[in-house]
């Protein structure tokens, strides 16, 4: 074989098909899973059809051995036979689209370059997004098109914790996004809101990595990005409990973090009750009625300044004590026909009671009216990254926080109108959020930006631990799918039926770094590997800031 490139025939002893077919690989060449193939068929027209493929599966065996014990004799001299290797192919493009097998004998080489980009549709994509590299060091993309939502959007992550590097893969698509070049000049006005549910991984996203070394650096070269820490973020966490002053709860930094919480004149005004009855539990009850009858009174609230509210004569500035108006509201003989609600029992109302009342030791540092100057704890999204931490929050506060940011988030840009500057949600735990069984606001919420977010340029990528467990309209309306490890049990799922058999059993073997990415355009994942992050993933790997900000306490200081 003359041309280098060529790695194998096809074979005549088994089918060979449009869709899949067999290379023979001689003595001296090897072909690899994931390696991008390319051969020819002539037709009696004589027009020719490129075909273009990805080996899915390797073998190699013996030729005239009948039993497993022959191996010895071979091995020996003993018994003639011959080692046979040889790759099957997943066809992923037909250039022209005649879609006929090709022909036993032919030759198959290794696609590179602009063949390459052919194979797997790169030439095609104007706006193409880099999302790692393949085994020899070459970038894998993703269209753009399939992101912002000119003709798809969202991108969903499913990986066992703790190796799948989900979270990190999320941050580093983010990065691309904004640094690779593919906005263009909308790049400046996209913004994204993640919140941070474990650990205080994703509050060092502004620092340098300690841990990244050359070698990662060359692979961020490769990727055509820079290796270099987001530039733009704003750190929001909820109050420290108790603390009168509001300051934030984290422990891994004190500097630029700003506390969030809601006044209670936005609770009652903007009807953020249901979002405290927002759990599998709350689905169940009957008290839904009450919720929203409550919620109908409290609307009527009367600002008092610096977020408090006055309700029929009773001014109130912290949580507990507006939970125990509405206690005493619901149950008084009097009132409670208009607060809860016409011909609700005794029961009912109770339950919302313990509700509520269970409620409160949860959510009263979200929810006040003591602080001064409240609106500078009102998550803005005037950073390009905005990371809310969630992480010392209980479920129900989460559920809080993530409902009532999303929300506000989706309508602010519904009222922009604009959908080229895109708003990427970032959530983890999706399961949690909106799982499969069940109906609560902040699922309607996810669903809305599922649904709809496409065309307004709110775009979510999530994630979650198994795709089993998240509503299906979610899963089915992210263009873009990301598997990290599986184990076995989830990767036999229905969720995973993009991933052709061999991937599946391969998702349970992949190592951290390495995510199987699928795109509608190509008909076979790609196996991308993407590298180390180079913004810190916890304290004790933030590393000197370049250009210490004017916040720096030594700068200016001599020995
Ligand atoms: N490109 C990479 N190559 C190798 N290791 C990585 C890479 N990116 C992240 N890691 C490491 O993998 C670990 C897990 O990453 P990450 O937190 O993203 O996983 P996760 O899937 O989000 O886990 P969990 O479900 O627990 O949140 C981290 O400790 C991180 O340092
Ligand atoms: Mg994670």
Redesign the pocket.
């Known amino acids: 074989m003359s041309n280098p490139d060529v790695v194998g025939r096809v074979i005549g002893t088994e089918d060979a098909t449009p869709l899949e077919f067999w290379v023979g690989v001689p003595d001296g060449c090897y072909l690899q899973l994931d390696d991008v193939v390319a051969c020819e068929r002539e037709l009696p027209g004589g027009e020719t059809v490129k075909i273009y493929g990805m080996v899915s599966q390797v073998r190699a065996r013996h030729e005239g051995a009948r039993f497993d014990s022959d191996v010895f004799l071979i091995s020996d001299g003993l018994l003639p036979a011959e080692v046979s290797e040889a790759a099957q192919v997943t066809a992923t493009r037909f250039e022209p689209e005649t879609f006929v097998p090709p022909r036993p004998g032919a030759e198959v080489r290794r696609a590179h370059g602009a063949e390459r980009d052919q194979a797997l549709f790169f030439d095609r994509m104007t706006d193409r997004l880099p999302v790692g590299l393949s085994r020899a060091g070459e970038p894998l993309y993703v269209n753009l098109e399939f992101i912002d939502g000119r003709r798809g959007a969202h991108v969903n992550i499913s990986?066992?914790?703790?190796?799948?590097?989900?979270?990190?893969?999320a941050t580093?698509l983010l990065h691309g996004l904004f640094t690779s070049g593919v906005l263009g000049a909308s790049a400046v006005n996209t913004k994204a809101l993640i919140f941070n549910?474990?650990g205080e991984?994703l509050l060092h996203l502004d620092r340098p990595n300690l841990?990244l070394d050359d070698a990662q650096r060359d692979r961020y070269r490769l990727l055509g990005l820079p290796a270099e820490p987001f530039r733009s973020v704003g750190i929001w966490a909820p109050p420290r409990l108790g603390a009168a002053s509001a300051a934030p709860d984290v422990s891994s930094r004190t500097d630029q973090v700003t506390s969030f919480f809601w006044t209670l004149e936005e609770f009652c005004r903007d009807d953020l009750l249901p979002f405290l009855f927002a759990d599998a539990e709350d689905d169940r009850a009957q008290y839904t009625m009450v919720v929203y009858n409550v919620m109908a009174r409290l609307h009527r609230a009367a600002p008092i300044g610096d977020g408090g509210v006055r309700i029929e004569d009773t001014e109130v500035r912290t949580f507990r004590e507006l939970a125990d108006l509405i206690t005493r509201k619901v149950q008084d003989d009097e009132t409670r026909y208009s607060w809860a609600g016409p011909a609700i029992g005794t029961g009912t109302i109770n339950a919302f009671v313990r509700r509520l009342q269970g409620a409160v030791r949860h959510v009263e540092r979200l929810i006040r009216a003591d602080v001064p100057h409240p609106e500078r704890h009102r998550i803005t999204l005037d950073r390009q990254v905005t990371v809310v931490d969630l992480h010392n929050l209980n479920d129900r506060a989460k559920r809080f926080v993530v409902g009532v940011t999303v929300r506000r988030a989706f309508e602010e840009k519904e009222r922009a109108g604009q959908s080229r500057e895109m708003l990427l949600l970032v959530l983890?735990e999706l399961n949690k959020y909106a799982p499969r069984e069940g109906s609560s606001p902040i699922k309607e919420i996810l669903l809305d930006v599922a649904e709809r977010g496409r065309s307004l340029g709110v775009i979510l990528i999530g994630?979650q631990?198994t795709a089993s467990e998240v509503e299906r309209r979610i899963i089915a309306n992210s263009s873009i799918r990301v598997v990290?490890r599986l184990d076995s049990a989830e990767a036999a799922r229905e969720e995973y039926g993009f991933l052709p058999t061999v991937q599946r059993q391969r998702a349970t073997i992949i190592?951290?770094?390495t995510m199987l990415v699928s795109q509608p355009e190509l008909p076979v994942p790609m196996v991308v590997?993407?590298?180390?992050?180079a913004w810190a993933?916890?304290a004790s790997e933030v590393g000197p800031t370049v250009g210490a900000g004017p916040e720096d306490p030594f700068e200016g200081l001599v020995e």
């Open positions: 990986g066992i914790s703790g190796v799948a590097t989900k979270t990190t893969y580093f549910v474990k991984d841990a983890d994630a631990q990290g190592k951290p770094g590997e993407f590298p180390f992050p993933t916890r």
